[in-house]
């Protein structure tokens, strides 16, 4: 298991406009997410804190200072891009795979889009509330290696529910971190958000675009009728619900077919198309050549 936690100084530029700034990093993300699911490795959600030196990032396009007790979010929602480091730098991660916070995630979600949080990632920790996040990262570690090596199934799912449980409590503390700091802060920037609907679908997308393509699914998911679903996505991203399976499926499905040896069959399984001509049929719409063809021209192209 993994961890993470991040101290926000000070954004040194100025912000782009809130709803830009959301719509353009959703679209860089879709790229960075089917490279990732091309490694079969899943997106991963939590915290990271800084613990010494300084750091310049870009989180979501916006710059920020870190220093010691700087705590920001990671996830799928959030790009990170590393500017500069001192050589003393460090940070401790607080991380776990999504999938296993999607239970968390449904019952905070709309805490999560009422702060705004993609725009405003970071936030402090005092150096209580630091002292208290290493103690729990030690202890939740300390249970994981426990539950592992425990003698019996009892004993080791016992000790995975209490890792859970104290990483989901440490959690909601930082995010009441994020919410005492946004409600004090009278600059906050509050346009450009989506709403739970939006948050959610994206997530589940993130998820599952690789083995279900159906709007109405997605829809059903989130609790709202096809129509609505794709006219409140639509008015928050620009893109329909449609329009974001398909960038992810074809993300993905031009990243294997550039940087893997997997055939055509493969890659078809892989996205869960019945079979290979379906594949090549859904391919060629959208990209305008034949899976086959479209490798070979990468090919020249290198």
């Given amino acids: 298991m993994q961890s993470e936690i ?21 679209h860089r993300q879709a790229d960075r997410l089917a490279a990732r699911s091309c490694t079969r490795t899943p997106p991963r959600v939590g915290l990271t804190l800084c613990t010494e030196g300084e750091a310049w990032v870009l989180l979501n396009y916006r710059r920020y200072r870190l220093t010691r007790g700087s705590i920001y979010i990671v996830s799928p929602l959030i790009a990170l891009h590393v500017l500069s480091q001192s050589e003393d730098y460090a940070e401790v991660q607080l991380q776990d795979d999504i ?22 990632p970071c936030t402090t920790l005092t150096p209580p509330q630091c002292r208290l996040f290493l103690h729990r ?8 290696r426990e539950s592992r090596n425990a003698a019996t199934e009892e004993q080791r799912g016992l000790l995975a529910l209490m890792a859970d449980n104290l990483l989901q409590t440490t959690l909601l503390e930082v995010l009441h971190v994020f919410c005492r700091q946004i409600q004090t802060d009278n600059d906050a920037d509050t346009g450009g958000r989506l709403d739970t609907a939006v948050y959610r679908f994206l997530v589940l ?46 993300t993905l499905a031009r990243n294997m077919l550039e940087n893997t040896t997997m055939s055509i069959k493969e890659i078809a399984a892989e996205l869960n198309f019945p079979e290979q001509f379906t594949f090549r049929k859904y391919f060629k719409l959208h990209a305008g050549l034949s899976p086959k063809d479209y490798r070979l021209s990468r090919r020249k192209d290198a």
Avoid at 8 to 24: G, V, Y
Avoid at 99 to 120: C, G, M, Q
Avoid at 137 to 144: D, E, K, M, N, P
Wanted: no cysteine; proline share 5%; charged share 15%.
């Fill in 6 to 26: 991040v101290i926000f100084a000070a954004s040194i530029s100025p912000p782009m406009d809130a709803s830009s700034s959301s719509l353009h990093f959703i």
């Fill in 99 to 120: 999938k296993h916070f999607l239970p968390f995630f449904n019952r905070v979600i709309d805490v999560i889009a009422s702060l705004n949080l993609p725009n405003r």
């Fill in 137 to 144: 990262r030690h202890h939740i570690g300390q249970l994981r």
């Fill in 205 to 250: 997308l993130n998820l599952h675009f690789r083995h279900e393509r159906s709007v109405k699914a997605y829809a059903a998911q989130v609790g709202l009728s096809t129509g609505h679903f794709t006219a409140r996505v639509k008015s928050q991203t620009g893109k329909t619900p449609s329009e974001w399976i398909v960038l992810f499926t074809m």
